[in-house]
């Protein structure tokens, strides 16, 4: 069993920043692929950003240019810079991680972006 733990959400301005992380406090953290996903009240639940074990990223057009997604491997924790923030950027966000053929979700954070 892997928990995730997510932090760093909160209210933000419209253009302004925010750094959320999603930690595994486990003591060998190898994972295939980590996922950040977010999801509106009344919207499907949508895939942000995606970084592999190997560092491929790949994003969300929504947020291309945008997001940031990193990891600090000692810490086993990654990491989301969102810069640039829309008010259509307000939502629940949750870590996802595929350990081991295994998926594990946190249990989401919220982030407010007022206009």
């Known amino acids: 069993q892997v928990q995730l733990v997510e932090s760093g959400g909160g209210l933000v301005q419209a253009g302004g920043s925010l750094r959320l992380s999603c930690a595994a406090p486990?003591?060998?953290?190898?994972?295939?692929?980590i996922r950040w996903y977010r999801q509106a009240p009344g919207k499907e639940r949508e895939m942000v950003a995606t970084?592999?074990?190997?560092?491929?990223?790949n994003y969300a057009d929504s947020v291309k240019g945008r997001f940031t997604i990193s990891r600090n491997k000692s810490a086993n924790t990654i990491f989301l810079q969102m810069d640039s923030l829309k008010p259509e950027d307000t939502a629940i966000y949750l870590c996802?991680?595929?350990?081991?053929?295994?998926?594990?979700w946190g249990p989401g954070i919220q982030v407010t972006v007022s206009s």
């Open positions: 970084i592999s074990n190997g560092a491929y990223t």
């Open positions: 486990v003591r060998h953290f190898i994972f295939t692929v």
């Open positions: 996802q991680a595929v350990v081991s053929g295994r998926t594990f």
